[in-house]
């Protein structure tokens, strides 16, 4: 049921929570939440390992053996030493390495506590949030499947052209495609850039490659337009001007991978939950049969199929097809 005040709507799925902010039948922003041991948020006991010369930044391991990034330690705390932290960034994952955990010194008041799950995250923010069940159509009748399309493919279509979303080392890239006339591209594309950040929960430092407008006033009318829709949209951040060659920079807080970061690099893994919220909603009766690529099925953690078999009371077959994309898994019920 769609409604016009904005409202956060909240599904726990098996392996993944997800959110949708919507407002007026329209997805203004989403969230994805997977099951990273240190995500923003969470505070721990953890050690020094070595400090970076000159610098108050430091390496340390979290309880669980892994390492993290460590900002603003007290200058006097040496190897060795135990500091109680606190997440400020989760691990982000890119191609060929991962960026590990940003953290900082906890405050004295800060106890060791696990990072709040989403719900939580989002029940303590500024709008109302909605739980739904799995078999709830919601997120499909506002366009869930659209915005994990857009995700998955990193492209997002406008009218007049389209946007390219590409996750680098460095930034997120977006690139404008479309026929000109070029100032009226760029101006069509300005607000389908700025529903994109938060829509697909895009953070960080963003490069917008828009076309390579001569005229100095064309570029400072998608300037003034930039300025207005991030403003409208609640946008926080610095950005930069419209340069000679049409190249914009927004630099935003980074706590976490956005849906197009996250699903790239981990497609398999996307796929495996995906699949996972198509199995709990058959409804017809009869034994859960997953046809999947080889690759979704090894992604697909035994506590999740046991998840799934408790959540449905229903027995789970497995057939893997080498020809079939990641992103075509389906769930089907079938006579036992």
């Known amino acids: 049921m769609k409604t016009l005040r904005r409202a956060w709507l909240h599904e726990a799925g098996i392996g993944e929570e997800r959110a949708i902010l919507v407002e007026g039948g329209q997805i203004i922003a989403a ?31 979290l309880p669980d053996g892994s390492e993290a990034l460590a900002e603003g330690l ?42 709040p ?10 709008f109302p949030v909605r739980s739904i069940a799995a078999h709830d159509s919601s997120l499909e009748d506002f366009g869930w499947d659209d915005l994990m399309g857009e995700a998955l493919g990193g492209e997002v279509a406008f009218q007049g052209g389209s946007l390219v979303i590409s996750p680098t080392p460095a930034m997120t890239l977006i690139d404008i495609d479309g026929p ?32 390579s407008l001569p005229e100095k006033a064309q570029r400072q009318a998608v300037d003034a337009a930039l300025a207005e829709a991030a403003r409208s949209a609640g946008w926080q951040g610095e950005r930069t001007g419209m340069n000679g060659f049409g190249f914009v920079q927004f630099v935003s807080r980074l706590e976490r991978p956005s849906l197009v970061a996250r699903f790239a690099r981990h497609p398999a893994a996307a796929a495996a939950r995906r699949l996972l919220r198509a199995a709990e909603r058959v409804r017809e009766p009869g034994t859960l049969l997953l046809t999947a690529h080889p690759a979704v099925r090894r992604a697909m953690r035994p506590e999740w199929e046991a998840e799934l078999a408790r959540r449905t009371g229903r027995l789970l077959r497995w057939q893997e097809e080498t020809g079939l994309a990641l992103l075509a ?3 089907q019920a079938v006579s036992a």
């Open 74 to 115: 007290d200058p006097a705390l040496t190897e060795g030493a135990a500091v109680r932290v606190r997440i400020t960034r989760g691990a982000i994952a890119e191609k060929g390495r991962t960026k590990l955990p940003l953290v900082r010194a906890a405050g004295p008041g800060e106890a060791p506590r696990p990072a």
């Open 329 to 331: 898994a389906f769930a």
């Open 180 to 211: 000109p006339p070029l100032p009226a591209l760029a101006l069509a594309a300005v607000p389908a850039v700025i529903g994109a950040l938060a829509r697909l929960d895009i953070g960080g430092s963003v490069g917008i490659d828009f076309p």
């Open 31 to 61: 969230r994805v939440q997977w099951d990273e041991p240190w995500r923003t948020g969470a505070v721990a006991e953890a050690r020094l390992i070595t400090r970076i010369p000159g610098t108050r930044r430091a390496a340390v391991r």
């Open 117 to 126: 799950s989403l719900l939580e995250e989002l029940t303590a923010g500024d």
